[in-house]
């Protein structure tokens, strides 16, 4: 087969020849040559960068090689260009290259297989990992689980353990705090009862000591009375004898006189001189009886201090008080004798003496006339010894002065045993603006010694008198207490018995209605308090003396309120209608109020509801039973109007029997009903409420009043809580001129 050269040179190269794959309808054919060359070969194709799969690798195509190569000097490879040839080329590459293509499909087949495989491996592997670490995880799990079970169960049994230990302790505590308890209360009964069996000590003691001082006193006063009598013996026969000496005088002037009116001058001289010397020893003797009138205030104190010290004066103090004796009893006498020789002879003739107060000389004064009549004021005389400047002129009404009228006031008379000196002391303090000047500093100091000495004297016997009565009335109340405590037995036995009599015997009792009042008495509340549900540890006691430390020492402490039944006067009256006109009924209501307060729609039943009072809005509150009537009384009370309150109260059918069955009780017969109204009678109660503050408490007013706040050591009968409860009222009945007649009980622990 002959074959066309390649011609080398382009210029010569003819131009007409085209081969089938130049032309653009034929496919390219491939030769041997261009199959050798890599980049014609078919290529595989290319992953994603994103797949999981492995990236297949490319397979490069084997070389054919063929029979022979031809090529010229220049390395080109010629072929035949025949149509035969080129067709056997065809179909030789095309085979091959199907040939190539399988075994790269093998190959990556086989590829994929080791990498199917290998991953298989790999995740069995990753598998069986897997399932070893769950089994260890369920193994590790499971014991954590048997561990926290026996942690728990050893917690549980520690904290039984811990819990039944302190059951143990508890009942160990309870048990030791009820022998302590029990402890307490032999060691309170012990000392209770060492307690009253020393109060019964010292009130005998207090008993035999109060009549020994009435004895001595008695003794005192006896000896005094002798000793003024003997006194008031001796004072008139020295007036006796000084009459005597004074009318021998007389008649010794007379005869003298009547003689000198023979004889000669030098006579006359000499009478004149007797005259004189006569002249100077009485205003001597006027000067020592108005020394011994200054003196007289303080000398009857000196005698009144003597005689209640029971030990003898000094001859002096004796001698004055003669002096004293004799110028009070013998003032008619002074009066004569003073006007028989006349105001002038006095004035003229004066004899230089010291006058204790002034220290300069003393006038010989004259002493006051008095008609005996009309009564004095104490209150001027008190003002005398204040300032002796002083004028008080009575008016017709001998009760009233002047100074007392226009201040608005009342006269209070000096006492009867005074009445004189006082008579005396005023008619000379009304001569002072008209005495000499010379005199008048003298009767200023005189009036005013005089005075003090009348009020001390008075001021003295009263405090006297007030202690020997309070000590008989203590003596009294503390014999009434004995005497008590030994009827106590047979008033609880009767009582009993009348007790046990039913409640429906008195006569039936409509709903809003009681037959009669209770007494204020404390076995008649105690019996009530105990019906109606308070404990047994608290009781009632009498009060005998608001002010008395030995009558107060009787009532245990603390006192949880006061219960008191007092008349209606008309101070207390009018004073109730001045602080209820201006105020509105109470509306209190609820848990948060400070008292609960009940309106009386109740007839005869002001004991009992001040029962109520004392009770309920008192410390006594947490000793009621639970259950009780009270418990529910105020259970029931609370959330209501005041209203509804009383409807609440007058509908309690426990209420009334328990006010039923306690009526007829008491040391005194009950009286009607038409009497109780006329008598006009209030059962107060004075109570220290839980918020601290005093509370007067009463179903007839328009609400509860708070009285103000107490300390937290004062009780309801504490200094502070009379001075704002009950001592108002007494206080208020006192300025008013009357005596407010009371009686009280108290709600306190009950003494053993």
Not at 589 to 606: L, M, R, S, Y
Request: charged share 40%; with cysteine; net charge negative.
């Amino acid at each position: 087969m002959a074959r066309k050269v390649k011609s080398e040179n382009l210029d010569e190269w003819d131009s007409s020849y085209r081969s089938r794959a130049s032309s653009p309808t034929t496919p390219k054919r491939t030769t041997r040559s261009s199959s050798k060359r890599p980049s014609e070969v078919a290529k595989l194709s290319e992953r994603s960068p994103s797949s999981n799969k492995k990236h297949k690798k490319a397979v490069k195509p084997v070389r054919i090689q063929d029979e022979e190569d031809e090529s010229d000097d220049h390395g080109d490879t010629t072929v035949d260009l025949t149509e035969g040839a080129e067709d056997d080329d065809e179909t030789l590459v095309e085979k091959q290259l199907v040939s190539v293509q399988k075994e790269q499909q093998q190959k990556a087949n086989m590829l994929k297989n080791e990498e199917l495989t290998k991953k298989q491996e790999d995740n069995r592997r990753r598998e069986r990992e897997r399932q070893v670490r769950m089994k260890e995880h369920r193994e590790k799990m499971r014991l954590q689980e048997q561990q926290r079970q026996e942690q728990e169960r050893h917690e549980q049994e520690s904290h039984e353990q811990e819990s039944q230990e302190q059951a143990r302790q508890e009942q160990e505590r309870q048990k030791q705090a009820l022998q302590e308890k029990e402890r307490q209360k032999q060691e309170r009964q012990e000392q209770d009862r060492k307690k009253a069996l020393l109060r019964q000590q010292e009130s005998i003691a207090m008993m035999h000591s109060v009549k020994q001082r009435m004895d001595h006193e008695r003794l005192e006063k006896e000896r005094t009375e002798a000793r003024e009598e003997r006194n008031r013996q001796l004072a008139e026969e020295k007036r006796a004898q000084e009459e005597d000496a004074a009318a021998k005088r007389l008649r010794q002037e007379e005869e003298e006189e009547s003689d000198d009116d023979e004889e000669d001058e030098d006579d006359e001289d000499e009478d004149d001189e007797d005259e004189d010397e006569s002249g100077e020893e009485d205003a001597k003797t006027g000067v020592k009886k108005t020394e011994s009138e200054d003196s007289e205030g303080d000398e009857d104190e000196d005698e009144d201090e003597d005689s209640e010290e029971g030990e003898p004066k000094p001859n002096g103090d004796e001698t004055n008080s003669e002096e004293d004796s004799d110028s009070e009893e013998n003032s008619e006498d002074d009066e004569n004798e003073y006007k028989e020789k006349g105001n002038e002879k006095v004035g003229e003739k004066e004899k230089v003496n010291r006058n204790p107060f002034l220290g300069a000389n003393v006038p010989n004064l004259a002493k006051p006339i008095v008609d005996g009549s009309g009564c004095t004021c104490l209150r001027c005389l008190k003002n005398l010894a204040i300032s002796p400047v002083f004028s008080c002129d009575f008016t017709d009404n001998p009760m009233k002065c002047k100074r007392c009228t226009n201040r608005g006031r009342s006269c209070i008379p000096v006492p009867s045993f005074a009445l004189n000196a006082a008579r005396k002391l005023f008619v000379l303090q009304r001569q002072h603006d008209a005495a000499n000047p010379k005199i008048r500093e003298a009767i200023r100091v005189r009036v005013k010694a005089d005075a003090e000495a009348i009020a001390d004297r008075i001021r003295l016997e009263e405090s006297n008198r007030r202690q020997t009565r309070d000590d008989t009335y203590r003596a009294i109340l503390l014999g009434q207490v004995g005497i008590k405590h030994t009827q106590e037995e047979i008033l609880k036995l009767l009582r009993a018995s009348l007790s046990r009599r039913p409640a429906d015997s008195t006569g039936s009792v409509t709903s809003g209605q009681v037959g009669q009042e209770v007494e204020n008495n404390p076995e008649v509340m105690n019996q009530l308090a105990y019906k109606l549900g308070l404990s047994e540890e608290l009781a009632f006691y009498d009060v005998y003396s608001l002010t008395d430390p030995d009558l107060l020492a009787i009532i245990p402490r603390p006192v949880f309120a006061l219960l008191v039944i007092i008349p209606l006067s008309d101070a207390w009256h009018k004073d109730r209608e001045e602080e209820d006109d201006p105020k509105q009924i109470y509306q209190g209501v609820g848990p948060d109020e400070p008292v609960v307060w009940f309106k009386q729609t109740i007839n005869h039943a002001c004991g009992s509801i001040g029962l109520l009072h004392s009770v309920l809005n008192s410390q006594a509150a947490d000793y009621i039973k639970p259950g009780s009537d009270f418990d529910k009384i105020l259970l029931d009370a609370i959330p209501l109007h005041w209203a509804e309150r009383a409807n609440m109260l007058s509908e309690s059918e426990p209420f009334e029997v328990a006010h039923e069955a306690v009526a007829h009780l008491g040391d005194t017969s009950p009286p009607t009903a038409e009497v109780a109204d006329k008598l006009g009678q209030h059962f107060v109660s004075f109570v220290k409420a839980k918020d601290g503050h005093l509370w007067e408490l009463e179903g007839s007013r328009k609400g509860p009043l708070d009285r103000g706040a107490l300390a937290e050591d004062d009780d309801a009968l504490s200094p502070r809580a009379l001075e704002l409860g009950l001592g108002r009222l007494i206080d208020m009945e006192r300025n008013s001129g009357g005596d407010l007649r009371f009686s009280c009980i108290a709600l306190a622990p009950r003494q053993e």
